[in-house]
């Protein structure tokens, strides 16, 4: 069996790419975040929130595809290129994650606060 090798061009810094995709998803959701603060759609607090989430997970997914992409143009690098992808994935997924366990702790912690001082 022939084995394919995607001629992907030289080989990409994925930490390069990690931080610029950091810079390009703060700037992308940074400005729709302050749009809806100005909106008045959203608190500051939960747009900062957001923002900082965007671009945890705009880092990841770069980074995750010029990995993948680089991997691709390797021979032999079909599983490291899913391993890659896989791995970006399940980052995305883990941010997600973190941030509702946070939520639910918090919450949980804010409405208990709230029903003790209710009930003095």
Known sequence: ????????????????HVISGAIASAVVSGAINYKKVKANEVEKKAAIKDTI????????????????????????GLLKAVTALSVGAMGIYAIEVIEEQLDKKYLTNENCLLEEEINE
């Open 53 to 76: 989430k965007k671009t945890s997970q705009g880092a990841i997914a770069t980074g995750a595809a010029i990995a993948t992409a680089n991997y691709l143009g390797e021979k032999g």
């Open 1 to 16: 069996m022939k084995e394919i090798v995607i001629n992907t061009g030289t080989p990409r810094n994925v930490l390069g």
